[in-house]
């Protein structure tokens, strides 16, 4: 009999520095580093190309494909700087703030990479994608230099405003950083003293104008209103701890965004976050990544936080002098992302994938979904901790699926992005080798149930049943299950039990910073839960406990718990226990079929969607009022009682088999005879449910072969 493996849920993902800094015994402003460049760079270790992982080695060791061709990158395959030279010159002339974003700091790579062309033993043509001309660049690095810092003045000297000083504080201050140590071939400093000061003084004005938005009336979930706070960044970049370069006025309030830093991050928003999701995870789902807030376009209020904020918390780490496992980098909801990035993707035929469409709509043009995450995973390969090596690895074997998965590619834009972010690897191991199956993400209530990642033939579930409702994002279903193989098949995020109409509890208004995390409390409006309160899996089944009694209109419900065992790999028994206030509040079991149902007889049905089927049983009720169409299965007891309990057994398979095939073994599924117990004999498997509806099951297998049907 297999017993399971139980998780202890671990309640806090800080960081060590993150701990450290909210305890007092350090501050953002002791870390900094004296050296530049210092965002998104650590030094000048980072121009060495034979440390592994700096930007230099990035360089040389980088894909040589364009990214409008995807295909396969590995460490073996050089010149990344391609990308960036490419940009360099093509945009060398344009003044503008359109789309401009990393194509300014492709200029001072460019630059820096012809300074050290012969150092770094680069050729003179460097080898393109075939379908592209030998490149190389067209200009010299005194002339790169020039032009960036052209550009910077004139980009800082612009108006403040939302747009203009969203730049400003990103990519303005990690181009004043990487410009700050560099000189030109007559050893004359890029940025002469009045340069410098200008542009101090110019991103000062822009980081005061973020601030000035920023009243602690922002809602922690709506990446439109956390973006205000990205305004520290601007002190990574100028403060210098010696108070060399920098006027005393300037370094005061370098260190006061240092402060606010520790403030509103360390101190209310990322705790908030890993509430949320600190072992990975993002309510909304990940198909609203649509591009940062105030650039390259997106939905700003409806955007991934997790995603939007990673280069302001990689800029930590590398403005201070803390390893990776050390950084507020390594806060959970950004360590563990990427792992929940993978689980987002269905299992489909190669070519059509996208994401789960939870939270979003997703868009033909889908290049943001994929390419902004690799900021998640960033310099995790050159970490000593095994578990940041697996992530790293995963993340780039997610990045490396994006020519199966994507139908959009890279863009200009991504270029810089991927020399920054992207951590190369030579064939990295697929997700079940590295020892990824069916996952609970237990901060957010979700469970993805998977039996493979290898093939679009591969069943796939995601439960969900969260402890709260944590913004506008959220969707209000709870108790909830999606299943798909190849395609899906009960879709949508609504398969669940409706007390009359609907019944569930809908909320307008969420927790600001001022209300602090706090507000979430349990027993709060915003408590749907109590979310999954038992999750067992092994490698013969997985078992997981949801209640959602607080979901709903408590004067209409009292109790509704969930209980799913998946059979691995294609059977799932659900158990629904319904309780309401009174006798007469209609219940109904209902999902969203991918396709029109069929009724094979009283108690079967069918969903057949492409090439895959999904085989629905009924055992309890009995006596049921049924509703089928193309969107909607809903089931309800004929008659009225205070408690109810609906009971399925469902069996994924190819669309093409039949009824009496003996590999339909749902259509066989039977109740076994038990005064206190619910207990369900199904193939070799014999599954009891503990009574009084309370967590937890035993699984029996038996080794007998099944008899042939009739």
């Not at 040389?60 to 010159?89: C, N, Q, W």
């Not at 190389?136 to 910077?152: C, G, S, V």
């Not at 409702?469 to 879709?491: A, C, F, K």
Request: hydrophobic residues 35%; glycine residues 8%.
């Amino acid at each position: 009999m297999a017993t399971g493996r139980t998780e202890s849920p671990s309640e806090d993902y800080s960081s060590p520095l993150e701990k450290q800094i909210r305890s007092g015994k350090t501050s953002t402003s002791v870390e900094i580093v004296s050296y530049h460049p210092r965002v998104w760079l650590r030094g000048a270790q980072d121009w060495d190309k034979d440390i592994f992982g700096s930007y230099a080695w990035r360089i040389v060791h980088g894909p040589a494909m364009s990214v409008r061709f995807p295909a396969f990158a590995h460490d073996d395959l050089k010149y990344i700087f391609y990308f960036t030279a490419e940009v360099a010159d093509k945009y060398f002339d344009d003044i503008s703030w359109h789309d401009t974003h990393l194509r300014l700091l492709s200029l001072i790579t460019t630059g820096k990479s012809v300074r050290m062309k012969m150092e770094w033993n680069l050729p003179s043509d460097l080898p393109g994608a075939s379908q592209n001309p030998d490149y190389h660049p067209q200009n010299t690095a005194d002339e790169y230099y020039i032009r960036a810092k052209e550009k910077l003045l004139f980009l800082a000297n612009s108006s403040v405003g939302r747009i203009h000083s969203d730049f400003m504080v990103q990519v303005g201050a990690a181009a004043y950083d990487w410009l700050m140590g560099e000189t030109l071939e007559n050893g004359e400093p890029v940025l002469s003293d009045k340069e410098r000061r200008t542009l101090q003084n110019r991103l000062i004005a822009h980081a005061d104008f973020l601030k000035k938005q920023c009243s602690g009336k922002e809602h922690f979930f709506q990446s439109s209103e956390i973006y205000n706070y990205m305004y520290p960044q601007v002190g990574f970049a100028l403060y210098e701890p010696d108070g060399r370069y920098i006027d005393p006025e300037y370094n005061q309030k370098a260190k006061e965004y240092l402060d606010d830093f520790d403030r509103y991050w360390i101190g209310k928003i990322l705790p908030a976050l890993n509430a949320q999701g600190g072992d990975g995870g993002w309510h909304g789902g990940i198909t609203r990544t649509t591009g940062r807030p105030g650039m390259q376009g997106g939905t700003p209020a409806d955007n991934t936080v997790p995603i939007v904020i990673a280069p302001l918390l990689f800029a930590h780490f590398t403005a201070t002098g803390r390893e990776i496992e050390e950084s507020v980098f390594s806060t959970g909801c950004i360590k563990n992302f990427t792992l929940w990035q993978l689980y987002m993707i269905p299992p489909c035929k190669i070519g059509e994938a996208t994401y789960y469409s939870i939270g979003g709509v997703w868009k033909s043009d889908n290049r943001s979904p994929w390419t902004f995450p690799r900021q998640l995973f960033a310099r995790r390969r050159a970490s000593k901790d095994p578990e940041q090596l697996r992530l790293a690895e995963l993340g780039a074997w997610l990045g490396y699926q994006q020519a199966n998965f994507c139908v959009g590619y890279g863009g200009s834009w991504d270029n810089e992005n991927r020399l920054l972010f992207e951590d190369n690897w030579v064939n990295p191991r697929d997700p079940e080798r590295l020892g990824y199956g069916t996952r609970h993400f237990k901060k957010l209530g979700w469970v993805f149930m998977r039996e493979k990642f290898t093939t679009p033939n591969d069943v796939s579930a995601i439960f969900v049943c969260q402890a709260c409702r944590w913004s506008h994002l959220d969707q209000v279903t709870q108790n909830s299950i999606h299943i798909g193989r190849s395609e899906d098949l009960i879709t949508g995020w609504d398969n669940t039990i409706w007390i009359g109409k609907d019944g569930r509890r809908s909320i307008d208004k969420f927790p600001t910073i001022n209300d602090g995390l706090e507000a979430y409390a349990p027993g709060s409006e915003y408590d749907i839960g109590p979310g999954i309160q038992s999750y067992q899996d092994n490698d013969q089944y997985s078992y997981v406990f949801g209640d959602a009694s607080n979901a709903y209109e408590k004067d209409k419900l009292k109790k509704f718990t969930r209980e799913i065992v998946y059979l691995k790999p294609a059977i799932f028994i659900i158990l629904d226990q319904v309780e309401t206030r009174q006798a007469g509040f209609k219940k109904s079991w209902v999902i969203h079929p991918s396709a029109a149902p069929q009724s094979i007889d009283s108690s079967l049905t069918i969903i057949q969607n492409g090439s895959s089927a999904l085989w629905i049983k009924r055992l309890l009720p009995i006596r049921v009022n049924q509703t089928l169409d193309s969107n909607l299965m809903e089931v309800s007891p004929n008659q009225s009682a205070l408690k109810n309990q609906f009971l399925y057994v469902m069996q994924v398979t190819n669309s093409n088999v039949s009824k009496d095939s003996p590999e339909v073994v749902a259509d066989q599924a039977t109740l076994i005879p038990d005064a206190n117990r619910i207990r369900i004999k199904v193939d070799k498997w014999e599954v009891v449910f503990n009574a009084n509806n309370t967590p937890g099951i035993s699984v029996k297998a038996s080794t007998k072969k099944k008899e042939q049907k009739n």
